[in-house]
């Protein structure tokens, strides 16, 4: 695991019904990438559209997210955030790994 020991990064990203990666998905899935922010990620999930029971859209109606691509950042402690735009996600992930600051505290 390369985030700190304590933060547990979950990327969750949507398949279509034609089985294609949404395109969103795919954009930010290229970006953290590009940004060096993949190996950072501990699990990525998907959410099937056509399969309600999907891990993917079970993490969405357990965190009550409505879009994808998302993520889950849990602490040691058990703290959750979630984040539906990489943007906040990466200033997020940017301020958490160089201050050490525990999630619940940057919420």
């Given at each position: 695991?390369?985030?700190?020991?304590?933060?547990?990064?979950?990327?969750?990203?949507?398949?279509?019904?034609?089985?294609?990666?949404?395109?969103?998905?795919?954009?930010?899935?290229?970006?953290?990438?590009?940004?060096?922010?993949?190996?950072?990620?501990?699990?990525?999930?998907?959410?099937?559209?056509?399969?309600?029971?999907?891990?993917?859209?079970?993490?969405a109606l357990k965190h009550k997210v409505e879009r994808?691509?998302?993520?889950?950042?849990?602490?040691?402690?058990?703290?959750?955030?979630?984040?539906?735009?990489?943007?906040?996600?990466?200033?997020?992930?940017?301020?958490?790994?160089?201050?050490?600051?525990?999630?619940?505290?940057?919420?």
């Open positions: 695991m390369n985030t700190s020991a304590k933060t547990h990064i979950t990327f969750v990203k949507k398949i279509m019904s034609d089985g294609r990666l949404c395109t969103k998905c795919a954009e930010v899935s290229e970006r953290l990438e590009r940004d060096g922010l993949l190996e950072q990620v501990n699990y990525i999930a998907v959410a099937d559209s056509k399969n309600s029971d999907s891990e993917g859209m079970l993490l994808a691509p998302f993520f889950i950042v849990e602490d040691a402690d058990g703290q959750v955030q979630t984040f539906d735009v990489y943007f906040k996600f990466k200033r997020f992930f940017e301020k958490h790994i160089e201050s050490k600051i525990p999630v619940a505290e940057l919420t």
